[in-house]
């Protein structure tokens, strides 16, 4: 499932790195990363300062790891759905909006990691926000090959159509309340398929 408060799935005997991150990752989505300082992410992963700047040099670094272990987590999130459908480009879509739907009513929701650390890093040279773009190709060229797999007209231009869309869904699932929340999944499907039949008929 797609991350809601990222955290890494921790074994008994997780390393220091691990911890550092599992615990970074629950205050930067909780708390904003900008809000959330490396004295605080020291106290709670229950590490030294030694240890801390050992394995991330900078929070700077920190916020960067924080944000592949999230791309990693969604890339996997999609290749379970696509496994479950391998031949139906069709239902992994809906799969995905499903996954988008159900991550938007869990506690503690807070939207997307990714808009959410763009909106903290203004320099779009900066590492975190290269992370971001990068993550962010991923999604259009993800969609891309799924609308290609579906004969769909100039599926690049229809893909970053449903990056928008998906980007809209998550806002609206984190500021429009529960039952907006609810309908994401729902909204996001009938408007995605609405732009997709538009594409066909033209």
Not at 27 to 41: C, K, M, T
Not at 107 to 133: K, Q, T
Request: hydrophobic share 50%.
């Amino acid at each position: 499932m797609l991350p809601t408060a990222p955290a890494l799935p921790l074994p008994a005997a997780a390393g220091p790195a691990a911890r550092i991150l599992d615990a970074a990752s629950r205050l930067f989505y909780a708390d904003g990363i900008r809000a959330v300082s490396a004295d605080r992410v020291i106290a709670a992963a229950g590490v030294s300062k030694v240890t801390f700047y050992r394995h991330f040099p900078t929070k700077d670094a920190l916020v960067v790891a924080y944000l592949e272990a999230v791309a990693a987590s969604e890339r996997s999130a999609l290749d379970v759905v696509r496994a479950a459908h391998p031949d139906d480009a069709g239902a992994v879509l809906r799969g995905y909006a499903d996954l988008l739907g159900s991550q938007s009513c869990t506690a503690g929701f807070r939207g997307c990691p990714f808009i959410n650390a763009a909106a903290e890093y203004a320099d779009p040279a900066h590492p975190v926000r290269v992370v971001v773009a990068a993550h962010r190709r991923w999604l259009v060229e993800s969609a891309t090959a799924l609308l290609a797999d579906l004969d769909v007209p100039d599926p690049q231009a229809v893909a970053e159509d449903l990056v928008m869309l998906r980007d809209g869904a998550m806002v609206a699932g984190y500021v429009g309340g529960e039952e907006r929340a609810r309908a994401v999944a729902g909204t996001l499907w009938h408007a995605g398929a609405a732009i997709v039949a538009a594409h066909r008929a033209s």
